[in-house]
């Protein structure tokens, strides 16, 4: 299995700070990664898919980019209403998870 | 609206089985592969595994695969997790996703299982 590796596991901002989330995958997943937000007591959604396309719906301050292993998801400035932990996905192979980067704000 | 609702969660003892179902509404269901995928109490998530459109290929992760069965019946716009053998490690939520162009591009709001004496 690919192993999907998050950092930083809890990361603390504050609103209007640019923010950046980390994907590192155990072998080359070929641009086949998602990032999904769950916040609190809710089920999770789709931001982007593919590494840089961004699900109908979301608001653009969200961005990713990678090839390859490494993967980021980008935050242009942090809003109150992001505080969630966001979680990675690929899906080049047999999908597997990232264990999550929990965002707060500072 | 896209819309996907689980139900059959609740409490199971050990050893036991439970069925879970996902109605699925808003889209045309027959037209897209599903998927289950599961989240333990503070824990991740994991891809328990996802079924074609007419049910001709079925694939588990390979741990699950003995234990759980995936299947749906388009007639009804259902998708269904059958779960036997359960134990205190099959305690999560589980979540219906259907897989469009991406896989879980739409999610249920999950059904919570809970195995226990």
């Known amino acids: 299995d690919i192993q999907m590796t998050q950092s930083p596991s809890v990361l603390s901002a504050s609103v209007g700070d640019r923010v950046t989330l980390n994907c590192k995958a155990s072998?080359?997943?070929?641009?086949?990664l998602n990032w999904y937000q769950q916040k609190l007591g809710e089920a999770p959604k789709l931001l982007i898919y593919?590494?840089?396309n961004l699900q109908t719906g979301i608001p653009s301050r969200f961005s990713g980019s990678g090839s390859g292993t490494d993967y980021t998801l980008t935050i242009s400035s942090l809003q109150p209403e992001d505080v969630a932990t966001y979680f990675c996905f690929q899906h080049n192979s047999w999908p597997t998870f990232g264990s999550g980067t929990k965002l707060e704000i500072k | 609206e896209v819309k996907l609702v689980e139900s059959g969660g609740g409490l199971v003892q050990p050893g036991r089985s439970l069925k879970l179902s996902c109605a699925a509404s808003g889209f045309s269901f027959n037209d897209y592969w599903m998927g289950w995928v599961r989240q333990a109490p503070g824990k991740g998530l994991e891809w328990i595994g996802e079924?074609?459109?007419?049910?001709?290929?079925?694939n588990y992760t390979p741990s699950l695969k003995d234990k759980f069965t995936i299947s749906r019946d388009n007639a009804q716009n259902t998708l269904y997790l059958q779960m036997s053998k359960l134990g205190s490690e099959d305690t999560a939520i589980y979540y219906c996703?259907?897989?469009?162009?991406?896989?879980?591009?739409?999610w249920g709001q999950g059904a919570s299982v809970t195995v226990s004496s």
């Open positions: 593919n590494t840089n």
């Open positions: 996703a259907r897989i469009g162009v991406t896989p879980m591009d739409a």
């Open positions: 072998q080359n997943i070929n641009k086949y």
């Open positions: 079924i074609n459109q007419d049910s001709s290929t079925i």
